[in-house]
Structures are given as C-alpha cells and as structure tokens.
C-alpha cells in the first residue's frame, strides 16, 4: 500500500478549485453525517463505531453516488473507475492524490468520514487509512493499510475529541491555539469563532492531515507549526488554548498520538502550568488529561499543585481506572492482545512495573479548564463527576467562572441583599417512603448542562422555588421564617452557606442587587 497522504497543494489556487470541486461532489451526494445514517440506518451505523464493518458493506452494496463514497472513504474497498467517476471528479482526486489508481479500481489514500459541526455545519476529517474506523486491536491494522509506522499514524474523530469539542467555550475571539492537533478537529471548531487558528503537533504528519481536514471542510487555513508543547510558539499569547494531548500514562513513548513520552502524568502537569504564560488577561486554557492516584496522596492536592498561579481552575474527574484497568485498554488500544502471549505478557508487565515504581494505584481522566484571571485569591474547583451531562458545555463553563467571581465578589450581606432567579429546567424531587407525611429528604436536580442534583432542606427548597427575580435574598428568607415559626435573624445568619451552594452549582443564578 502507499505511504503518501494526498499531495493536494493547499496554497495553490488551482488545486484549491480541484478540493472544492471534491467538497461539492461530497455534499451532493449527501456523504454528510445525517446522508450515512439515513443510507446505513442506525444499527449499522453503530456498528461501524464498534469497528463492525458487515452490516455497513451490506447497507452500501448499490451503486448510487453516496454508496460508493461510503465504501470508498469510510470502508477502505476498491472500487471500479467508472463507478467512482459517477460520484465525484475522479480525475481531480488522482491529480492531488486523493485516489489512487490500480487497473480499472480506484481506492482512497486517506479515511475521510463526515462530521456535523455545532452550527449545522458539513464537514470533513481527514485521517490515516483504518484509523477512524479503528477500535480495539484497530492500530495494528491501520499500520498495514496505511503502510506507516503506526508510531506516526493520525487518527480520527474519537470520543475525546468529540468531548473536548463539547466543554469548549466558543466565544468569538482574536486568536486560538490548538496544541497537538492531529486530525485538526479543534482546529476545525475554531476556525468557526477565531479569527486566527494556530495548529501545533509533534508528528508532521499530522499537520499535513490537520490542513487537508480544514481545506476539504471549506475552513480557512490554520498556522500549522511542528512542535511539542509550547516550542513552536515562542513568547505568543493566545485568547484560548484548546489541548487533546498526548496523555497516556505509559512505559516508553511508542505511539505519538497517544503517549506522552515523559514519566507518569509529567506532561500533563507541564503543559498546565506552561499555559498561563500564553494566555492573554481572561483567555482560556482547556485540555483532556489523565493523572495518577498516588498512594498515600490526596488526587486533589496534586492536581491543585499544576495550577499555576494567577488563574483559576475547574477540573472534572470523570472517571478513575485501577492500574490493571488501564493497562489493558491501552494495550489493547495498541493491538497487543493479538500479538503472542509472551509479548503481551512483558508488555503488561511493564507497565505495572512502571506504576509500581511511581507508587500509582490509579488513573483519573478529565477534564482541566484554566482561566486567567489575575485574582490574588484564584477559584480552583476540583470535583469528581461520573455522571452523564448534556453537550455542549461550554456555555455552562462560562457559567462556572462567572459565578466564582460573584461569589468572590459578594460578602453575605451582599448576598442577601442579591436577587436570583431558578436556573431552568431545575426539577424537585421528594424522597422517602410511601405514605409518609413529610419526605426524608428533598433534591433539586438539573436536566441541562452538568445535570446536577443537591440535597436542600425544606427553607433551601421553599427559597429555591420561590427566587424569580423579583425579591432580594434577605426579604424571601423573612417570609420563610415567618411560614415556619423560626427566628429571621438566625435564618439569615445560616443561610448564606446553602445560597452560596446552590449558585456555586448553578441552580440559582444572580440577576441583580437590591
């Protein structure tokens, strides 16, 4: 198989036209993500997720334009030249490489799988052959159809992406930096908002994949620059930082895509405390990363030791993996599950090996989101939330910060003196056993955003419910008090607290003084 990528000339004008023309073709014929689940139908479109390609041939078995776009692009199968002609400029995609030519078949050079973008957007990503496909054991085998070492390969739209795409904020701003872009599907998400987008990665392959993903999807060009970390940028700041780094906390640094190359969970913490210096004043720092448990360790103090100072901090643990747990998906992310027992035996050991030395008895992932702020006193929230949220959620991160900086701003005089209003969709939801009087315990939940849910008493309730706005905190507290015989003085001296919960978590949201 050959090892080239498509050799389309991305500052030349006439291959520019040629790239349209291929743009145009796709669009026409529906290769879009909503045309591929109407032709596959939602099995096996699933299925092809799970890396399951047989229900996806036998959806694309006729000969209509956007079937043979999905085997193609997304199926890696021949097919004949006549066929392909009928589906899109055939002699456009030999000319820049995007097919190539065996006898009477044509086949694709690069998997290129359609992609909705949050506006309603078609786009494109462009990835290494099987890499988007991929899936347990799926390396081994994109590595032979790519005909690369898959040290280098670049992949293609998984779920971290997908997440950090979710829980960034999309404000429109000057200047964007996406670190380690890969594919270039950050980059691709802030062309829509930036005015200028920087990619950087290790792997030079992944910049020239990164600019076809841009050009096929119709974005403008990014600066791409080959680098690791913060090298390629020099002194440069930036209005947010977007990062789906190399996380994977590994013995050695085998595959680029996904292993850090420095010890334990070092690269991470690097790149945490290195952004401040290239953010502007309020700019955005927002990465995946994985951290270790270390025994005898609190995992909140060492990830509150990476923040660097001046900004604030939310970070989200979402979920935690024993070290055997962890081993084994990333060996099996590698294929080595199918490689010989006594292979996979040592490379198992290994890692442990590793973990051992480093006293680590786990692995957190999640999410970090740094704000510079500038505040003497940084707000730097550090919670473990497993539980399913509602994307996207970089409004809701937006919502975090601010609501820091009332509540740093904002004494409890103040606070009472402050109107709220219900955050919406906040559900209540009593508990205790059938037939009783009076519930155990009550609970506001969220169905947006993060999807909270808090347990209040029966006075954190009834203000709950009642804050549209209209009456400060102090006057709504006085009116409780009188309901349920208490003391309005004492009410309003305990209080505070639980106001301070509920807008902290974001079920009350400020809406002015009194």
């Known amino acids: 198989m050959s090892t080239h990528l498509p050799t389309a000339d991305l500052r030349d004008p006439d291959s520019a036209a040629r ?7 796709l669009r026409a014929a529906a290769f879009t993500a909503d045309g591929l689940l109407e032709l596959l139908g939602a099995p096996a479109y699933a299925a092809l997720a799970r890396s399951e390609t047989v229900p996806a041939l036998r959806a694309t078995r006729g000969d209509g334009p956007l ?35 065996d006898g009477d078949e044509v086949r694709a050079s690069v998997d290129v799988r359609p992609y909705g973008g949050p506006e309603g957007q078609d786009w494109w990503i462009v990835s290494d052959l099987g890499c988007a496909v991929g899936g347990a054991g799926g390396i081994r085998a994109a590595e032979e159809a790519a005909g690369v070492d898959r040290a280098q390969l670049v992949l293609g739209v998984g779920g971290a992406s997908t997440t950090l795409a979710g ?12 670190l380690g872009t890969g594919s270039g599907i950050q980059a691709l998400h802030a062309s829509a908002y930036a005015t ?10 992944a910049l020239r994949i990164a600019g076809l993903t841009l ?31 190399p996380f994977v906390i590994s013995p050695g640094a085998r595959l680029t895509y996904r292993d850090g190359g420095m010890g334990g969970d070092d690269l991470c913490r690097t790149l945490v405390q290195q952004a401040a210096a290239h953010l502007n004043d309020g700019g955005y720092c927002q990465l995946l990363a994985n951290w270790q448990h270390v025994e005898g360790e609190d995992w909140r103090d060492r990830l509150r030791s990476w923040v660097p100072r001046g900004c604030d901090a939310w970070i989200v643990q979402r979920e ?9 998906l990333w060996l099996r992310d590698a294929g080595d599950h199918r490689t010989g ?18 006293k680590t008895k786990a692995v957190g992932f999640g999410w970090i989101t740094l704000r510079k702020s500038g505040a003497e006193d940084p707000s730097i929230t550090i919670e473990e939330w497993p539980h399913p949220v509602e994307q996207p959620l970089g409004t809701a991160v937006v919502g975090h910060f601010e609501r820091q900086d009332y509540l740093r701003a ?32 009550v609970v506001l939940r969220q169905n947006r955003g993060m999807r909270r849910a808090t347990k209040v008493d029966t006075v954190g309730a009834g203000f709950a419910g009642v804050c549209d706005g209209s009456l400060p905190a102090g006057r709504i507290l006085d009116a409780i008090a009188q309901l349920v015989g208490e003391d309005p003085v004492l009410l309003r001296d305990r209080t505070p607290e639980a106001i301070r919960t509920l807008v902290e978590q974001g079920f009350l949201e400020p809406v002015g003084k009194g």
């Open 215 to 245: 050009a096929l999807s119709g974005a403008p060009a990014a600066d791409l620059r080959e680098g690791s970390l913060f090298e390629p940028v020099g002194g440069e700041t930036y209005d947010l930082i977007v990062s789906n780094p």
């Open 341 to 358: 027992p006594e292979e996979y035996a040592a490379r198992y050991e290994a890692w442990l090996e590793e973990f051992e030395a480093r």
């Open 19 to 25: 790239t349209a023309r291929l743009r145009d073709a």
């Open 167 to 178: 829980i960034t904020v999309r404000t429109p701003v000057a200047k964007v930096l996406d």
């Open 67 to 101: 079937a043979t776009l999905a085997r193609l692009f997304l199926l890696q199968r021949p097919v004949s030249y006549g066929r392909a002609d009928a589906a899109l400029p055939v002699a456009d995609c030999l000319t820049d490489g995007w097919l190539v030519r």
């Open 410 to 441: 904002t004494d409890d005089a103040a606070l009472l003196a402050g109107h709220f209003r219900l955050a919406d969709e906040v559900v209540q939801e009593q508990v205790g056993l059938p037939g009783a009087e009076d519930p155990e315990h």
């Open 196 to 205: 200028d987008v920087t990619a950087t990665d290790l792997n030079p392959r």
């Open 320 to 328: 935690v993996q024993d070290v055997t747990q962890y081993a084994e």
